[in-house]
């Protein structure tokens, strides 16, 4: 799974305007970071995840998180306990 994993990150970082991935697990363990993402925000990931699922009564489907700045946008998604953040860069 960790080579699966390895090149998902790999082809997400391939993206345009892509700068950093990170994939966490439900407990808040990183599982896998490339680019501007950082380990140590692993479990602030899994919480955001957490609480937005908690918007919802519709266990079925996990909403995306996006936190948009002036520096770039940062998706968040859980799918089968993996939670995956992007941060994306505007392209021009």
Known sequence: M???LD?????TMSQPGVVGVICT???????????TASPHSAGIITAI????SQLSSDQSSMPVI???????NVLIKSHNDVNV?????PVF
């Not at 697990?25 to 680019?35: E, V």
């Not at 996006?66 to 770039?72: P, V």
């Not at 953040?85 to 860069?89: D, F, V």
Request: charged fraction near 35%; proline fraction near 0%; include cysteine.
């Open 2 to 4: 960790e080579n699966d």
């Open 7 to 11: 090149k998902e990150i790999e082809e």
């Open 25 to 35: 697990d439900s407990q808040g363990l990183c599982l896998g970071a490339d680019g």
């Open 49 to 52: 995840t957490q609480q937005a």
């Open 66 to 72: 996006c936190l948009e700045s002036d520096k770039g």
């Open 85 to 89: 953040a992007i941060h994306k860069m």
